[in-house]
């Protein structure tokens, strides 16, 4: 399989529930991020890995939390989240200072 | 304040003839500009990017021409097909910042009529 693949696509967690994002880049990238989009809003840089070692956080909250097992491997931890976090979750990879290459997206309702 | 607007919404063009999206940004610093075109229900995927020690980078049926004084971008699809009807993203970067941050407009929707 190649590029960028994120799962799941969609789901759907009450606001006690604990989920997790997953997303696996085949592309040999270094880099890896994750971005909420949400309706009518430029895409929201949430965190970036450089090398599995988070260095940045956009100010995120933190019922959301990232980890990167390696240069390949993302995810997203997601608890107690509010109904004003259900966006499209988008995961990316590029090499330094080229395109990021994203994967289709996961379709979050918190409900 | 956004340092990347795309203040077109939305873009309606007859299939055939030519698409003109617009960029504008605000940072001196970026210098790396970036064009995504987005289906529903999928990630972006890159389409064509340039360099601000260029003025215009061609790609088949993409162009985008870069106005550094203006601070203005645009991407020129022409012929414009059916199968450009989809959200494009004009994205900047400073190529310091070591993190490689991506700084996005909000999308200009484009319609190809047939």
């Known amino acids: 399989e190649t590029g960028v693949t994120q799962t799941p696509r969609h789901l759907v967690m009450g606001m006690t529930n604990k989920k997790s994002l997953k997303c696996e880049q085949h592309l040999g990238h270094n880099a890896m991020y994750w971005y909420k989009q949400s309706a009518k809003k430029p895409l929201e840089l949430m965190f970036v890995?450089?090398?599995?070692?988070?260095?940045e956080n956009n100010s995120v909250p933190s019922r959301f939390s990232p980890e990167c097992p390696n240069s390949s491997h993302l995810f997203l931890h997601l608890h107690t989240l509010q109904p004003e976090d259900s966006a499209l979750y988008l995961c990316a990879s590029s090499h330094p200072r080229e395109p990021q290459y994203f994967g289709p997206g996961t379709r979050l309702t918190v409900t | 304040d956004q340092q990347v607007k795309q203040n077109s919404p939305s873009l309606s063009v007859q299939e055939g003839r030519i698409s003109i999206l617009n960029c504008d940004y605000t940072?001196?610093?970026?210098?790396?500009f970036l064009w995504y075109k987005k289906y529903p229900a999928e990630g972006p995927t890159f389409l064509i990017s340039?360099?601000?020690i260029k003025d215009k980078n061609e790609d088949g049926r993409f162009t985008v021409f870069l106005n550094k004084s203006a601070k203005h971008l645009s991407l020129h699809i022409v012929p414009s097909q059916p199968g450009d009807s989809a959200v494009y993203f004009c994205a900047a970067s400073a190529r310091v910042d070591s993190n490689y941050q991506l700084i996005w407009g909000a999308g200009t929707k484009l319609i190809i009529k047939p």
């Open positions: 940072n001196s610093m970026f210098d790396y």
């Open positions: 340039i360099s601000s």
């Open positions: 890995y450089n090398f599995k070692e988070q260095t």
